[in-house]
């Protein structure tokens, strides 16, 4: 089945510095990738649409210039946590559709990022 | 708003019996419901996806269904095993291609 990587699988910054979290579909092509974070014991918040060469499309309260995504080619998109503060602490993880199809998700392992 | 809510934080269930976990949602007319598996520490892995006209999807022990007038999937696990402990998710899809997700239910198959 289709495989998406994550880079780093976990990381733990100082408070207001800046962190790069890389997700990777390493078998096929996307389009379009989709950025979670989670909570602990909490579900998967949508933070934003990555999309390959365009603008990402984010969520309702998700402050884009503080998540910056960047989707420079078609396997890979990289979200970073800049000035990063102790509320920043979750699990981040990405998603990819293989074939640009909508229909069916594959995650990546997820990035455990803790601010201290 | 939209709320996708899943039945109570955590379901136990002996080994063996049908495991029957709920999703419901309001402020949403989905074309497509999706659910998935997550263990702890990882992404979540993809099941089943159910189309709006389809009203049951198989997928060797699991069964869903999906009922658009009830705005209700039920996920069902038969012969449970202890392996299918886990957190099972709803999502549905949202208008711009992407998948919003329930709350979670967390599942314990009892040996």
């Known amino acids: 089945g289709a495989v998406v990587s994550q880079h780093p699988s976990w990381v733990i910054c100082k408070s207001g510095t800046s962190v790069k979290i890389e997700c990777r579909s390493l078998?096929?092509?996307?389009?379009?990738m989709f950025w979670y974070r989670q909570f602990p014991k909490q579900s998967l918040m949508l933070m934003a649409t990555s999309n390959e060469g365009s603008k990402a499309t984010y969520e309702q309260g998700v402050e884009k210039d503080k998540f910056l995504i960047n989707h420079a080619s078609l396997t890979l998109s990289t979200l970073t946590v800049t000035s990063a503060h102790p509320e920043d602490s979750s699990f981040y993880i990405c998603?990819?559709?293989?074939?640009?199809?909508?229909?069916?998700?594959?995650f990546g392992p997820g990035t455990r990022l803790t601010v201290t | 708003s939209q709320k996708i809510e899943q039945n109570s934080e955590a379901l136990n269930i002996q080994e063996g019996k049908t495991a029957t976990l709920t999703c419901n949602y309001t402020?949403?007319?989905?074309?497509?419901l999706q659910w998935y598996r997550q263990d702890p520490g990882r992404g979540p892995v993809f099941l089943l996806l159910i189309r709006e006209n389809e009203k049951e999807k198989r997928k060797e022990r699991l069964k869903v269904t999906f009922d658009t007038t009830l705005k209700q999937s039920l996920f069902h696990i038969t012969a449970s095993q202890p392996a299918d402990s886990a957190t099972y998710l709803c999502?549905?899809?949202?208008?711009?291609?992407?998948?919003?997700f329930g709350t979670g239910t967390s599942l314990t198959v009892i040996p």
């Open positions: 078998d096929f092509q996307a389009t379009t």
């Open positions: 402020n949403y007319s989905p074309a497509y």
């Open positions: 999502a549905l899809e949202g208008t711009g291609n992407q998948f919003y």
């Open positions: 998603s990819a559709p293989p074939g640009g199809s909508i229909y069916e998700q594959y």
